[in-house]
């Protein structure tokens, strides 16, 4: 254990509860991200009111903040690579919070394309700052639940922002723009206890790599680094490619078309579809955590980590799949039920990708989940406009396309199962093994 570089071994300085610490922090930023973002959608209609404009219009601010979003994925997994995750995540967070704030604030329709896009573009860079975050302060037996922790904060900000807009306009229909304002001024204090949460060794130590083969959580291994090139061109990186479009479709699919679907197909009122979102995202919510947990338990009880993922994967696919009988169900409260299961699965399975994202390097971690970022985005720049002139044109179609986005991410799971194979290992990474067997508990890097 001498010989255990000091950058990996557990630091005895951090108390047991500052990954956990970690954790809240980081679900905090998720939420504000989804937070600023749904401010625009939940309030279209007034937003065409007020700017003078009709869909097509609002549909152009909502593609500024997609275009924007896919170019920050590449730009910001470039920063975070070569920056100080410690400084440049508050100043991401900071500049998206006064975007969010400047879209309240303007009076025209470019004004508010630009504060959107600056918006897409600066929320983009939290995912490389956060992964990064989460691969140097986890072990892997407990990442994935660190990532199922800062995930779930997304479906926090789509349940407390439809409601804090409902609020709102009850008080004063004419103030819808506070949300904007509210939601983008927590970022100013976010940002000050990111700063005193975090040193700048926390964030620079060596990545642990998974033991895929290995029972329980397997033996500790520094990563293996390449150069980004030779990631880009292995197969794990395109395999992750497939698998962040098939999960990615289904859930932005319901984002946008779902309250459409229930008002126009099934008649509910526009009041009990939003009571219901709120509920639907609570239910991803728990998902998200819920898959997390089963990672972490599983390894416990004997299961490889990389198997424990997996599995997790496939039964949360398994739940994201009955979208195949929600489609076709009558109105009524078996639907909503199905519609519920859809939704635990759905985000269950951003986790373990994630963590099989972070499984590609840990120096060039950055750069590999923003070009992942920014061909999914890219792509959903595409769909969106494409379901729409294919229901405008066939609108029978709907249940079929709901039956098969909801299937994505148990295709995802089978490309992984067949293509994914086993990381090669060599004598120097024998050399590099930082624990003794398999026994004893996997602790975060930092002490959790």
């Not at 679900?27 to 989804?34: D, I, P, Q």
């Not at 009850?170 to 976010?190: E, L, M, N, S, T």
């Not at 008002?263 to 009122?269: A, D, F, I, R, T």
């Not at 609108?395 to 909801?406: I, K, T």
């Amino acid at each position: 254990m001498a010989n255990i570089p000091a950058q990996i071994s557990v630091d005895t300085r951090r108390r047991p509860g500052w990954a956990a610490f970690i954790c809240l922090v980081l679900l905090s930023a998720t939420f504000l991200n989804y937070a600023n973002r749904f401010a625009l959608t939940e309030n279209s209609q007034r937003v065409q009111v007020a700017f003078e404009t009709n869909k097509e219009g609002y549909g152009y601010a909502s593609g500024m903040f997609s275009l924007g979003f896919a170019l920050g994925g590449l730009t910001f997994g470039i920063l975070a690579d070569w920056l100080n995750v410690r400084w440049l995540y508050p100043v991401v967070v900071v500049v998206w919070s006064l975007a969010g704030i400047a879209s309240g604030m303007v009076d025209t329709l470019l004004g508010l394309s630009c504060a959107q896009f600056t918006l897409g573009l600066f929320e983009a860079g939290h995912w490389p700052c956060s992964l990064r975050t989460t691969q140097r302060v986890f072990h892997p037996a407990h990442r994935t639940l660190a990532n199922s922790v800062l995930q779930s904060g997304a479906s926090l900000g789509a349940v407390a922002t439809p409601l804090l807009i409902v609020l709102l306009l009850k008080v004063d229909p004419d103030q819808w723009r506070w949300a904007f304002f509210i939601v983008g001024g927590i970022g100013i204090p976010w940002a000050i206890v990111w700063c005193f949460s975090v040193t700048d060794d926390d964030l620079r130590r060596e990545v642990i790599q998974t033991d895929e083969t290995s029972a329980g959580i397997g033996r500790s291994e520094a990563i293996r680094e390449s150069s980004f090139w030779q990631v880009l061109l292995t197969r794990r990186w395109w395999l992750l490619l497939v698998v962040v479009i098939c999960i990615n479709v289904p859930w932005h699919y319901v984002r946008v078309w779902f309250p459409d679907t229930l008002q126009e197909e099934h008649g509910y009122s526009p009041e009990f579809v939003g009571y219901f979102r709120s509920i639907y995202y609570l239910a991803t919510f728990f998902g998200s955590l819920a898959a997390g947990a089963l990672t972490a338990w599983l390894p416990r009880r004997g299961w490889n980590v990389h198997r424990s993922r997996m599995f997790a994967f496939l039964l949360f696919g398994l739940m994201s799949a009955m979208s195949i009988v929600a489609a076709f169900l009558p109105t009524g409260w078996w639907l909503l039920a199905a519609l519920l299961i859809v939704a635990f699965g759905s985000l269950g399975v951003f986790p373990v990708y994630y963590s099989l994202n972070q499984e590609l390097s840990g120096k060039h971690q950055g750069k590999v989940g923003g070009t992942l970022a920014f061909s999914t985005w890219m792509i959903l720049a595409l769909v969106h406009p494409a379901v729409g002139k294919l229901l405008d044109s066939y609108p029978d179609v709907r249940p079929y396309l709901f039956a098969s986005v909801g299937v994505g991410p148990l295709l995802a799971f089978f490309v992984l199962l067949l293509f994914w194979g086993r990381r090669q290992t060599s004598a120097v990474d024998a050399s590099r093994t930082l624990a003794t067997g398999n026994s004893g508990s996997p602790q975060a890097i930092g002490g959790s």
